[in-house]
């Protein structure tokens, strides 16, 4: 898999508060489509870590977010097994 960089952008990490932070360039967020006061979720992979919005669902009754977010998270761990699943 070939990764080509259109951009690269460097930002340093500093104190908020009691936290650290790191702040985004309006590009990047406009690239990811985070805007203020949304949420995000940060996948960790092999030292890799991937920034995703949080996407909010209306769920049906009877249907708990959490259950739903622990499946995704397992989908997502297990992601290339399912892939070579497919091929056998």
């Known amino acids: 898999m070939t990764v080509t ?5 460097e930002r340093k990490v ?12 309006q590009e990047v ?6 805007a203020q006061g949304d949420e995000v979720r940060f996948e960790i992979v092999n030292g890799q870590v991937t920034i ?4 909010s669902l ?8 959490e259950f739903l977010e622990q499946m995704n998270d397992m989908i997502n761990e ?11």
């Open 5 to 9: 960089v259109v951009k690269e952008v």
């Open 14 to 25: 500093t104190r908020i508060g009691n936290s650290l932070g790191v702040t985004f360039p």
């Open 29 to 34: 967020l406009e690239q990811l489509g985070i």
């Open 52 to 55: 995703k919005k949080k996407v």
């Open 58 to 65: 209306k769920l049906p009754k009877g249907i708990d977010e």
């Open 78 to 88: 297990y992601d290339q097994t399912f892939k070579n699943l497919v091929d056998r």
